[in-house]
C-alpha cells in the first residue's frame, strides 16, 4: 500500500493526497518520497493536467514531521562513511521538492510550470510544511487547533529539507528567527499573519479554493521569489546595512541562549548567513552540508533519541505492564492546593471528572478557582472559548463530601506530605471507594511502601509524583510500592497519558529517581559556596554546561525552607550516615534569617518588590568569603554534572530506574539536566564509561567519596561498554 493518491478530474486538475497507513496523522518515510516524486513526475509528463493540489486524507492535519528512523537508514547506507550517505540522502530530498517548485517551467523564460498548491487542512510540522513551503502557494484550513511551524530545533536538529532557506527567503532573517530558532507553532491565522501561509479559508472550502487557484494561475504566480531576477532578501542580506545587524544580533542572541552548547542553533544560523550570499540551489547544498554537520554530532543523535523516539515509546506505553484497557474516567483528587488544583484542571482538560475534596469549602473553591483563572488567560490568548471553559468547569466538583468519591476508578491523594496525615485520608478514603479504585499518592519524598502500610488493598496501591506546576511540567514519576500490582501501575500510566504528560515508572526508594539525582546538584552548588567558589561562577558553570537554572537560583525557586524540611526528614532517616550536615549549615542559617527564596523575595539571590531578580544577594559573600583561588571552569562544571549524573548509575544499578530510556527522558523533562547531551545515560556514553571513571577518581581524590565511580560504572569502563549497548531498548536493566 502507498501513502500517497493520484487522481485527476474532469477540468485537469491533479490531486495528490497524503495518507499514511496505520497512522492518525501523516508521517513521511523513504519510501513516501519516492511515491511523491513518481505522482509529481506523472502530473508534469501529463499535457492534460493543468496543475496540482497536494493536501491530507487526515481530517483536521496535513502531516507531524518526518520519521526520524530515516536518518539512520541515511547513515547505513554508505557503512564506514555515514556523512556521505547523509549529505546524499539530503540532496535527494532536495531534488525532489526543487522539482515541485520548478514545476516544469523552462529554466531561462521561467515559463511553461505547472502551478502546484498545497492544501492544509490542519497541523503541518516539519516536512508538513517544508513540502508546502516548496509550493506555489499555501492555503490553509481556518482550523484553530492546527499547528503550523517548524519545531525541529526541539530535538537538537534545525529544518533541513529546504525549509531553513525558503523561510528565510520569504520572511527575511529576522521574520523567520521565531520559528526556526524557537520552533514556534502558529495556528492558521496567525501563520498568515506571519507571512507563512498565503491564504486561510473556511474549510470546507479548502480544496475548492485550492482547485480555483489552479485554473486561474499565471506563469509569474508560480516563480519563486528568489528564481526571479532581481531578487532581494526581506530585511537585508549580511552585508546590507540593516542585514548586517540582524546578523551580528542573532548571533548574539543565539549564543546566549544555547551557551554554545547546542549545535543545531549555531549551524542553522551559518547555514542561514553563508546561504544568503549565494544563489538558490547553491543554498541548498550549503544548508545540507550544515544539516549533515549536525546530524553527524552525537548530541544530536542523543537528543533525537531522547526527544522523539524515548519520549514516544514511552508515552505510548513501551512499559506498560500488558493488562486490559484502565482508562480513567472518575477521579478523585484529594487537596486543593496548588498541586491538588493543578492536578485537577490536567483532568478536567483531558475530559475526565473530577472531586477535588479539601476540609474546607472555600480551599475547595480556591482549588478549583485555578481552572477559571487558567481558562481565562487562555480565552485572553484565543486558545480557548467560553463554551470550552464552561465545559471544563463543569466537570469539577469542588467539595468537602468524602461521599462524592463514590464511582472514582482513581483517587490521586495530594495532601500535605506526612505520612501521619497520608495515612489517615487513604483509610477515610478506603471505606468509600470501590474495591477496584486504584489509590494513588502524590508525594516527592515519603516512601510508596511505607505510605501503602495504611491501605487494606497494597497491591493498588501506587506513587504518581507530579512536577510544579503540573500544568507546565511535562513528566510524571510513577512509583512502583513493593506490594504495588501491574493493574495500578497500567491505571497510572494510563492517567498520564490521557493527561498528555510524559510517564515513567521507577521502583521505590528515598526520592525515587528525579529528586535523588537534583539534591545532589542542589547540594553540590552550597558546597562550592562555602569553600569560598565564587556563587556567579557556580551559576554561570551551570548554565554555561546546559543546566536551565543553577543550583542556587533552582534553591530559591523551589523555597529554601522546603530545602530545611527536606534535610531535617533526611538525618532523620539516615542517622549517622547523614552526608550533608555541610550544607544544612547555609541552608538553616538563610531559613534563619528569613530568606527562604523567591517567595519571600530573599533567597541566594536579592530580589526588587516585583521579585525579579536584582543579582546575587551580597550577604552570602559576607559570611562565606571567597577564596584566592578559585577553580577551574571545567571541574566546577564536573562536580555539578557528576553529582547528578552517578545517582543516576546508582538508581540503575539498585534497581530503582528500570529502563534507561526513562532515565534520560526524565532528567531532561523533570529537572532540565542538559538536554543537548541526550540525559545522563547518553552524556556518559558520549564521554565514554573510561573517561567517566577517571573524572570521577580524580574528584573523588580533591573532593570526597560522594564521587566515587559505582561498580557498575567501573565495570562498564573496564569492558569499554556504552549504556545504551548494555541497556538500550530491548534490555532490562541491571
Known sequence: MTDFTYSVDADGVATITWDTVGKSMNVMNQQGFLDLEVHIDTALADDAVKGVIITSGKEGSFAGGMDLNIIAKMKESEGDNPAKGLFEGVMGMHAILRKIERAGMDPKTLKGGKPIV???????????LEIPLACHRIIAADNQKAKIGLPEIMVGIFPGAGGTMRLTRKLGAMGASPL?????????????????????????????????????????DIVKPWD??????????????????????????????????????????????????????????????????????????????????NKEALEKGANRPAVADEKVSKVGVIGAGMMGAGIALVSALAGIKVVLIDAKQEAADKGKAYTTAYMDKGIARKKATEEKKEVVLSLINAT??????????????AVFEDIGVKAEVTKKIEEIVGEDTIFATNTSTLPITDLAKASKRPEQFIGIHFFSPVDKMLLVEIIKGKATGDRAVAKALDFVRQIRKTPIVVNDARFFYA?????????????????GVAPALIENAAKMVGMPLGPLQLTDETSIDLGVKIAKATKAAMGADYPNDTVDEVLFWMADAGRL???????????????????????????????DTQPDLTEVQHRLLFAQVLEAVRALEEGVLMDIREGDVGAILGWGFA????????????????????????????????????KLLHDMAAKNESFYERFGANQKAA
Open 118 to 128: 498545497a492544501a492544509l487542512p490542519g497541523t503541518a510540522l516539519g516536512i508538513g
Open 515 to 531: 529528586n535523588r539525582c537534583i539534591i545532589p546538584y542542589i547540594n553540590e552548588g552550597i558546597r562550592l559556596v562555602t569553600e
Open 180 to 220: 526556526l530558532l524557537e520552533g514556534k507553532l502558529n495556528d492558521p491565522m496567525k501563520a498568515k499573519a506571519a507571512g507563512v501561509v498565503d491564504e486561510v479559508v473556511p474549510a470546507d472550502q479548502l480544496l475548492e479554493r485550492a482547485k480555483e487557484w489552479v485554473l486561474n494561475a499565471k506563469d509569474a
Open 597 to 627: 527564596g523567591r517567595k519571600a523575595n530573599a533567597g541566594f539571590f536579592a530580589y526588587d518588590d516585583k521579585g525579579k531578580r536584582t543579582g546575587l544577594w551580597e550577604g552570602l559573600g559576607e559570611k562565606y568569603s571567597l577564596s
Open 400 to 413: 468537602t463530601d468524602y461521599s462524592a468519591l463514590k464511582g472514582c476508578d482513581l483517587i490521586v491523594e
Open 228 to 309: 526571479a531576477k532581481g531578487y532581494k532578501m526581506p530585511g537585508g542580506a549580511p552585508y546590507h546595512p540593516a542585514g548586517f545587524m540582524t546578523f551580528v544580533g542573532a548571533s548574539a542572541m543565539v549564543h546566549g541562549k544555547t551557551m554554545g552548547v547546542y549545535p543545531a542553533a549555531k549551524s542553522l544560523l551559518s547555514a542561514v548567513y553563508e546561504g544568503s550570499m549565494v544563489p538558490f540551489d547553491t543554498a541548498l547544498k550549503i544548508e545540507a552540508r550544515w544539516f549533515t554537520n549536525v546530524l553527524m554530532n552525537p548530541s544530536s543523535s542523543a537528543m533525537i533519541r531522547s526527544l522523539f523516539i
Open 675 to 710: 538536554p543537548w547531551s541526550g540525559g545522563p545515560f547518553s552524556w556518559l556514553d558520549m564521554i565514554g564509561a573510561p573517561r567517566a571513571v577517571e573524572i570521577c577518581e580524580s574528584l573523588t581524590a580533591s573532593h570526597g567519596e560522594r564521587f566515587t565511580a559505582p
